[in-house]
T-cell receptor, first 117, second 113 residues
Framework: NAGVTQTPKFQVLKTGQSMTLQCAQD?????MYWYRQDPGMGLRLIYY???????DKGEVPNGYNVSRLNKREFSLRLESAAPSQTSVYFC????????????????FGDGTRLSIL | AQSVTQPDIHITVSEGASLELRCNYS??????LFWYVQSPGQGLQLLLK??????LVQGIKGFEAEFKRSQSSFNLRKPSVHWSDAAEYFC???????????FGAGTRLFVKA
């Protein structure tokens, strides 16, 4: 039972380069999320997808784009990487339901550690 | 607006001692409350959750948490800490009808022998 799988696990980029972080879940969840984690700041929501076909901005969307490719996959793209985007990125999913599913826990991947030089 | 405050950035306890991690939330209605644990190099794992009913909830790994509406708190406790409990702990709140979960900044737990 894989749960939420993120690739790659580690990546080093140069300023200005682009890359896509991949996320896939095998739990048939409706909602998917991208967070970044920085020391002392907890988890900050970048984008989320409440259901297949929809995406919405979170707390810190600038510099990122997302694609909900299908129900399983939700990718995060950095078009022109900046040193301020050095962080650990987590993808999460939740079963979701009509009305949001706020009572449901999120399931997390193991993260992508991204360094931008 | 919803918010979650974890007042302690880090806590150190001796192995075998009891533990209490504090969490205060701000939310207009009865919230959905969660505690997650993150071991180094890993994602977050759910420890326990509170929706309604009994205000003392039991979770995995011997953890429990108590919801106190009057204090807007949801503190995490464990009677006897093991060295393997060293990790970062996050309190979170989910909203009725909402897609988002709001996380606290986390408390890092150190366990000394």
């Amino acid at each position: 039972n894989a749960g939420v799988t993120q690739t790659p696990k580690f990546q080093v980029l140069k300023t200005g380069q682009s890359m896509t972080l991949q996320c896939a879940q095998d739990m048939n969840h409706n909602s998917m999320y991208w967070y970044r984690q920085d020391p002392g700041m907890g988890l900050r929501l970048i984008y989320y997808s409440a259901s297949e076909g929809t995406t919405d901005k979170g707390e810190v969307p600038n510099g990122y784009n997302v694609s909900r490719l299908n129900k399983r996959e939700f990718s995060l793209r950095l078009e022109s990487a900046a040193p301020s985007q050095t962080s650990v990125y987590f993808c999460a999913s939740r079963r979701g339901a009509q009305g949001g599913g706020g009572n449901q826990p999120q399931h997390f991947g193991d993260g992508t550690r991204l360094s931008i030089l | 607006a919803q918010s979650v405050t974890q007042p302690d950035i880090h806590i150190t306890v001796s192995e075998g001692a009891s533990l209490e991690l504090r969490c205060n939330y701000s939310y207009g209605a009865t919230p959905y409350l969660f505690w997650y644990v993150q071991s180094p190099g890993q994602g977050l794992q759910l420890l326990l959750k509170y929706f309604s009913g009994d205000t003392l909830v039991q979770g995995i790994k011997g953890f429990e948490a108590e919801f106190k509406r009057s204090q807007s708190s949801f503190n995490l406790r464990k009677p006897s800490v093991h060295w393997s409990d060293a990790a970062e702990y996050f309190c979170a709140v989910g909203a009725t009808g909402g897609f988002k979960t709001i996380f606290g900044a986390g408390t890092r737990l150190f366990v000394k022998a």
